[in-house]
């Protein structure tokens, strides 16, 4: 089975810039969660989307902005590039009704660098 | 506030030793999920093992244990046997029944040596 796929694998943008990237879910999974990962850090949550439905947002600016589609992919949206938005991104799905068990399955990752 | 503490920036294991990696948490919940991810320099986010508060045993997964040890409020990983390809950076994380998101440790990077 083909697990979490993410695109871009790289991405370079200038300051003030947009950007979108994509992840589509494991087949069967329902939620989908998106982290940042500054270099030399562990993974910051951003959102979580379950059944289309955002059913959780980490402490972010509103310059980040997610969305499931139907078929359960995601986008994640940001406006406004900084320059400290330059990190990896991680997408991982889950089935999403599994409470703490709910075992989240990630990408390869999309790296973004701002300039 | 819910948070993972993973106090060994790196380590350095003998190929083919026993290696344990350290993880405590803190939280008021009495519901949660501890989970160990490897990432290696591609990236990736690899899942190794689960363990929930109820569970009594530890959970087990080929080479990788969890030493749950709950009164303490500690996750170590045990890595038996461990091989070159185990050289990467290791994440303890943890989700509790009122919040979905994974709560990350700093990270450990361990190298195995020849």
């Known amino acids: 089975d083909a697990g979490v796929t993410q695109s871009p694998t790289h991405l370079i943008k200038t300051r003030g810039q947009q950007v979108t990237l994509r992840c589509s879910p494991i087949s069967g999974h329902k939620s989908v969660s998106w982290y940042q990962q500054v270099l030399g850090q562990g993974p910051q949550f951003i959102f979580q989307?379950?059944?289309?439905?955002?059913?959780g947002r980490g402490n972010f600016p509103d310059r980040f902005s997610a969305r499931q589609f139907p078929n359960y992919s995601s986008e994640l949206n940001v406006n406004a590039l900084l320059l400290g938005d330059s990190a990896l991104y991680l997408c991982?799905?889950?089935?999403?009704?599994?409470?703490?068990?709910?075992?989240?399955?990630f990408g390869p990752g999309t790296r973004l660098t701002v300039l | 506030a819910q948070k993972i503490t993973q106090t060994q920036p790196g380590m350095f294991v003998q190929e083919k030793e026993a290696v344990t990696l350290d993880c405590t948490y803190d939280?008021?919940?009495?519901?949660?999920?501890l989970f160990w991810y490897k990432q290696p320099s591609s990236g990736e986010m690899i899942f190794l093992i689960y363990?929930?508060?109820?569970d009594e045993q530890n959970a087990t997964e080929g080479r990788y244990s969890l030493n749950f040890q709950k009164a303490r409020k500690s996750a170590n990983l045990v890595i038996s046997a461990s091989q070159l390809g185990d050289s990467a950076m290791y994440f303890c994380a943890m989700t509790l029944d009122s919040n979905y998101q994974l709560i990350w440790g700093a990270g450990t990077k361990l190298i195995i040596k020849p």
């Open positions: 939280t008021s919940d009495q519901s949660y999920g």
């Open positions: 991982a799905s889950s089935l999403g009704d599994r409470g703490r068990e709910d075992t989240q399955y």
């Open positions: 989307y379950y059944e289309k439905e955002e059913r």
């Open positions: 363990q929930g508060s109820y």
